[in-house]
């Protein structure tokens, strides 16, 4: 993966960042010290990844007043409680109120908050609901007229970070992407001292198939019952067709995430039929027959996976780097690894795809008064030094998107190459809602197959379904017949859409798929 | 005494008179503490009892996601739909097989126990075995469940590792992951953590039967069982009617144990009805695509429900059923 010629990729990314960093803060530092209009603290030297108000020009309120902020909680929660508390320091006049709270609770203050108008201030859309919904019904506040630098702070963007019909909708901006999307829930991690036992080391040689289900077996053979080859939360659902997915993806099929998943959007037709999902899936089933899955994978969920691997319980576990800081505080001692996904063939490796570059998650409430204070926030939030201290936090669980603000999200070299391999499976993949925004009527027709993807895997695993190819070929004719009635059901709506908005000739999987290419065609 | 019951009447009859001379407004105002009194329960079951239903009524008639302002009327749709999904009646079978087989354990159990905590040589530590028993009943139903999954665990679950080293299995069981296995020790749980709710039901039962009934079958030469077979349990029959239909319906409402237990599967195996309703109202959270459907659920919920209303109709039979044999025994006892 890395050369040994020359400057290695991360020196470069490393050198790079130093430079723009130190260039960046460089610039900002007289003003932002101590701001005449703003905040009143004493200004501590700053070190890199310290959390600082830094005044964005924003006219703020003078008076008392209550800032409401509402997302799903997590690293988010640890960072901004310690922001807020150092803006309400800034501005004695601001009572800001946090609320962190899970997707499901989201999914009902939101609609209530709406219905009744006294949404919080900054908030975030409940899942199901796409953001050209919550643009179409009225929720959103855009930020051209509240930030006066707009311009430059969205040239700070990598390409494909603003969308239209994802965050900007008539040609207005909605949304200040903080964080990046290329992010993988299948990335290896492994221990290190079983696989080294067993022979292996893919953090230098980057797994087969075969070398993944050999080494599983080995562990497990060493394991002697105390421990065994591979870990997976069975119990949640969603684990299993990530797996499956990402496997077959890397062998070859390209799908698009937060699009529409398994969908190939060069044939538009779904993937679970190909070869490489088949092959995927069969391997799985090859592992449970060897043996090597931890006893009662099928009953416990991600989080007990996790934690059974930190505790020596199995070998290898293809997750999100999010579990590294929990492994790091709370089980020390355990000698961990991290490895890009295991690959069919090496040789000819499909990318992973994200239809946006960043993600997309924090929103203005369109009927918000405080907007000013949302905008003053955000406008640090998505600077260099907002991003490095959010990655002083966040760590390598939810990265900024700023990649010269890396240096801060770890000390540790295994954490860092295992954000450069993360961040190189990815690439920007189109997506039929940019094109069409009637897609958005789509997919608001769109209703769960019974079995979907993720269940037949689960079925197959506990062997109360039998016949890949069967249950596949069957999934597959349930999706396009759902689909084909969810088109029709918008169509009959007045959408503009077919299935021909699923498919993109001029795409090349292996690049990003830019503006120029939804130009084109 | 039959010119005190002639007396009883006829003062009754006097004040049925004199109510119904009133107004409606002065009957209530001369309740109007009754009224006062009731009014925070009569608020708080229109917020969240009454109000829930009808509104599950009403969204039941719609194709709605719960999320967005627009819904979209379809009639009966939505019910035509529920009663064509083989996943729903798969889980409404599995409901009810639950309760079928939980509820006779459950009560079996209970009495056999409040029987012996009722006896007069249990007086001592009587209180310390009904806390014991009544403990898990007061614990949240998720944190029982995220605690067995642990316990059952194959992987170092403490019941697992007692059967081994007791040599009763060779290898471990998978009792949540094996589809065969996971109802049934959902089922196992739910009977353990509900035991001491009818207990408590029957040990009330028991103190209403009078002593005096024992004492004379003691000095007839019953013993023990005789007791058993012919004072308490005929006694206790009308008792048992409303003690079977609550529990009953509280056994069909099942879903945080459930959904920390196993989440319905493996691959719907363990899915009932509380946990199908949350699939298809909230399911694509959980990774399927597909918006959530509020309106279907909402009808899949209305249908559970008349079955369970079916339920509490016979619950209030049973009730009427009971007060009545109670006032004959009153009656018997004066």
């Known amino acids: 993966m890395s050369s040994n010629n020359g400057i290695s990729r991360r020196e470069f990314l490393r050198t790079a960042s130093m430079i723009a960093a130190g260039g960046v803060l460089m610039a900002c530092a007289p003003a932002t010290v101590a701001p005449a209009a703003g905040p009143t603290a004493t200004p501590a030297p700053y070190v890199k990844g310290d959390i600082r108000i830094v005044p964005s020009g924003v006219q703020l309120p003078t008076e008392k007043v209550t800032f409401r902020w509402l997302d799903s909680g997590d690293t988010k929660a640890v960072f901004w409680k310690q922001f807020f508390a150092k803006y309400q320091e800034a501005y004695p006049n601001i009572t800001v109120q946090y609320d962190g709270l899970p997707w499901n609770e989201i999914g009902k203050i939101v609609p209530l908050g709406i219905q009744n108008g006294n949404l919080h201030d900054v908030f975030s859309i409940p899942q199901g609901i796409t953001n050209a919904q919550a643009y179409t019904e009225g929720w959103l506040m855009p930020y051209d007229d509240l930030l006066p630098d707009l311009a430059e702070i969205k040239a700070k963007y990598p390409p494909g970070s603003f969308v239209e019909g994802i965050n900007v909708f008539d040609g207005k901006t909605y949304c200040l992407p903080h964080a990046t999307s290329k992010r993988t829930s299948t990335m290896l991690l492994y221990n290190q001292d079983y696989l080294q036992e067993a022979g292996y080391d893919p953090s230098a040689n980057v797994m087969t198939w075969d070398d993944y289900r050999a080494a599983a077996k080995k562990v497990t053979e060493n394991g002697k019952g105390q421990y065994y080859g591979v870990i997976i939360g069975g119990n949640q659902l969603n684990r299993w067709g990530a797996v499956v997915r990402d496997l077959a993806t890397f062998a070859g099929v390209p799908t698009v995430g937060s699009t529409l998943d398994d969908m190939n959007l060069l044939t538009g037709e779904y993937n679970f039929t190909t070869p490489e999902y088949i092959a995927a899936m069969e391997l799985l089933l090859a592992m449970r027959d060897d043996g090597s899955f931890f006893p009662g994978y099928l009953s416990i969920n991600a989080p007990q996976a996790r934690a059974q691997i930190a505790q020596g319980g199995a070998g290898m576990i293809l997750q999100g780097l999010w579990c590294l800081p929990q492994w790091k505080a709370e089980n020390p001692e355990f000698n961990w690894n991290t490895a890009h996904t295991p690959l069919a063939d090496p040789a000819n490796v499909m990318p992973l795809h994200v239809s946006v570059a960043v993600g997309t998650e924090m929103w203005i409430y369109a009927k918000s008064e405080l907007a000013a204070i949302a905008a003053d926030i955000m406008h640090y939030w998505t600077s260099l030094e907002g991003q490095l201290a959010w990655n002083k936090v966040a760590g390598v669980s939810d990265p900024g998107y700023m990649v010269e603000a890396m240096e801060t999200a770890s000390d540790d070299p295994r954490e860092l190459k295992a954000l450069e391999t993360q961040n190189g499976m990815y690439r920007v993949g189109p997506s039929p809602l940019i ?14 197959v019974t079995p979907n993807f993720n269940e037949v895997i689960q079925g197959l695993m506990a062997g109360q379904i039998e016949g890949v190819q069967q249950q596949f070929q069957d999934l597959q004719d349930r999706a396009n017949a759902e689909l084909d009635r969810a088109i029709k059901a918008a169509q009959d709506k007045g959408a503009n859409v077919s299935r021909d908005d699923y498919v993109f000739s001029n795409w090349d999987p292996k690049n990003d798929y830019t503006e120029a290419d939804y130009a084109a065609a | 005494m039959a010119v005190r019951q002639a007396t009883e009447l006829q003062n009754a009859a006097a004040e049925r008179r004199l109510s119904s001379s009133k107004s409606l407004w002065q009957r209530m105002w001369a309740a109007r503490w009754c009224y006062l009194f009731m009014l925070p329960a009569l608020i708080l079951s229109a917020l969240f009892t009454f109000y829930p239903i009808v509104m599950s009524w009403y969204y039941s008639l719609f194709q709605w996601s719960g999320f967005t302002a627009d819904k979209t009327f379809i009639g009966l749709s939505n019910y035509l739909e529920v009663i064509s999904d083989k996943y729903f009646w798969d889980a409404f079978v599995r409901s009810f097989l639950f309760m079928l087989v939980s509820m006779p354990i459950k009560l079996t159990l209970a009495l056999l126990i409040a029987i012996v905590l009722n006896d007069q040589a249990m007086r001592v530590m009587s209180p310390a075995f009904r ?41 471990p069981i998978d009792f949540l992951g094996n589809p065969r296995l996971a109802l049934w020790t959902v089922v196992g749980v739910e009977i353990w953590k509900w035991l001491g709710q009818p207990m408590i039901y029957w040990l009330a039962a028991l103190q209403v039967i009078p002593q005096s009934l024992y004492e004379a079958a003691k000095v007839d030469g019953a013993n023990w069982w005789r007791q058993l077979l012919h004072i308490t349990l005929p006694l206790l029959i009308p008792f048992a009617i409303v003690i079977v239909l609550i529990t009953a319906v509280s056994t069909l409402r099942v879903f945080p144990l459930v959904q920390t237990m196993t989440g319905g599967g493996p691959f719907f195996a363990t899915e009932v009805m509380e946990v199908y309703i949350y699939r298809t109202a909230f399911g694509s959270d959980m990774g399927g695509i597909g918006v959530p459907r509020l309106g279907y659920a909402s009808a899949a919920g209305v249908v559970f429900g008349v079955s369970i209303m079916a339920l509490a109709l016979l619950q209030a039979w049973g009730v009427r059923n009971m007060r009545d044999v109670r006032s004959a025994m009153e009656t018997s006892g004066e």
């Open chain 1, 435 to 448: 094109r069409n925004l009637d897609v958005a009527m789509v997919n608001q027709e769109l209703r769960a």
């Open chain 2, 131 to 171: 806390t014991m028993f009544f403990l898990p009943v007061v614990t949240t139903a998720a944190i029982i469940g995220i605690m067995m999954t642990f316990v059952l665990s194959p992987f170092n679950g403490p019941i697992n590792k007692t059967l081994m080293t007791l040599g009763m299995i060779s290898g």
